[in-house]
């Protein structure tokens, strides 16, 4: 087993899915032996890394063994299977992140299937979502050519790598569904193109020339997704724009390049943003993320995110509480309330990392570049902290020992 650098331990260590702050866990450890709930973490790596995992005290118990470079998500299901998005070889778009292969290896580490979704012109990134009909939901960067960007009134003159989400089968290899964020765009730079406008006017679209400046074209630079299944909405996570959009899901694929349709109405239109009201020329409100990773959906409706805060250089884990009705109206304040934030002047990962919530009700921060993983809790004291030490941890995940997910790997 590979150990990991252990950096702080409280003199009582609380197991990470303990009920209550007043318990005796010493006393419990020796009382309940066997009967004992364990706490796992799934620590995905990049540049090699891999994906296994660790328990409380930073044993490697578990390791997947991909024969793949991550291109960065992974999931464990219900089952004990894992659903990848790794590296192909068959791009030219190779961007921080850059993936275009997907994997599903079963718990007997047999794999199930593999699909790709890459080509010279397009590729799959950052992240993937099982949905629960099966499908695979991801982002996905979509070359746009110099000429083709200008007649759309893009200011930069080369080409674009704009976003777009993919639902696919990955049996058939079908895509059932797409969203692209060029339907959506509005700008202000050429009076002579149909989606010329007033971008404060417009909060709902996209400003096209918000990152003109960004020579490389990847002038979004998507990083997260996760699906509302009760809502049937997906939050995105677009770091270079630094802030959340929300996209209904419920569109058909012609509704999600126009402006009417679906349960929202509104098409694929933006039903909320959040974050950066700079990005679509807003006054009122708040600035809250200077690049930002994973929308993670809580239980309670609200949204935990990592904010880089790259021009703080001190980042922080953010938990905003959504609206109950989504609007974005011209001249208003559209951010939502902050619910909870933790930051510490030790903690700075100026990209990857993440935040979610564990079960005892603790805030697991996995801070990146440094590999280090944060137990905090809801007063912000700092419970532990573990270093794994020279690796870049893209997310980290917590499993009980009772999860589906956990027994079906049959971890000794």
């Not at 252990?6 to 899915?17: A, D, N, T, Y």
């Not at 995110?305 to 609206?323: M, R, T, Y």
Request: with cysteine; aromatic share 10%; proline share 2%.
């Amino acid at each position: 087993m590979k150990t990991y650098k252990l950096l702080l331990v409280v003199l009582v260590m609380m197991s990470l899915f303990s009920c209550s702050s007043d318990t005796d866990n010493s006393a419990e450890v020796e009382d309940t032996e066997s009967d004992e709930v364990e706490t796992y973490i799934l620590v995905e790596v990049t540049n090699g890394g891999g994906v296994y995992l660790i328990n409380q005290d930073g044993e490697e118990v578990y390791n997947f063994d991909l024969n793949y470079t991550l291109g960065n998500d992974a999931n464990l299901e219900d089952d004990g299977s894992l659903v990848a998005i790794v590296k192909s070889n068959n791009t030219d778009i190779t961007f921080g992140g850059y993936g275009g292969k997907f994997i599903k290896q079963n718990a007997d580490k047999s794999i199930e299937w593999e699909v790709e979704y890459a080509s010279s012109e397009y590729n799959a990134h950052h992240d993937v979502e099982t949905l629960p009909n099966g499908n695979i939901l991801f982002p996905v960067w979509e070359k746009v050519s110099a000429d083709d960007a200008t007649a759309a009134g893009f200011s930069g003159g080369f080409d674009i790598y704009p976003e777009s989400i993919v639902e696919m089968d990955p049996l058939t290899q079908e895509v059932v569904w797409q969203w692209r964020m060029m339907d959506h765009v509005i700008q202000d730079h050429d009076s002579a193109q149909a989606n010329f406008g007033v971008v404060a006017n417009n909060p709902r679209k996209i400003d096209l020339n918000y990152n003109s400046s960004q020579t490389d074209g990847d002038i979004t630079h998507a990083n997260g997704l996760t699906y509302d299944e009760e809502n049937d909405l997906i939050y995105m996570t677009v770091n270079y724009y630094s802030e959340v959009w929300v996209i209904d899901h419920s569109t058909t694929t012609t509704e999600a390049a126009a402006e009417q349709g679906g349960d929202q109405g509104l098409g694929g239109d933006l039903v909320y943003r959040f974050g950066n009201p700079e990005v679509y020329d807003n006054e009122v409100g708040e600035v809250t993320l200077n690049r930002v990773h994973y929308p993670n959906l809580l239980d309670n409706g609200n949204v935990l995110v990592f904010a880089n805060q790259l021009n703080a250089g001190q980042s922080e884990a953010i938990e905003f509480d959504l609206p109950d009705e989504f609007s974005l109206e011209v001249g208003v304040d559209n951010e939502p309330t902050i619910a909870w934030s933790f930051t510490d002047e030790n903690l700075y990962s100026g990209f990857i990392s993440s935040a979610v919530r564990m079960d005892n009700g603790n805030t697991l921060i996995a801070e990146g570049v440094a590999g280090t993983l944060w137990e905090v809790s809801d007063s912000g004291e700092i419970i532990w902290q573990y270093q794994i030490v020279s690796e870049n941890l893209w997310r980290a995940y917590v499993f009980s020992s009772e999860s589906s997910a956990i027994q079906a790997l049959d971890i000794e």
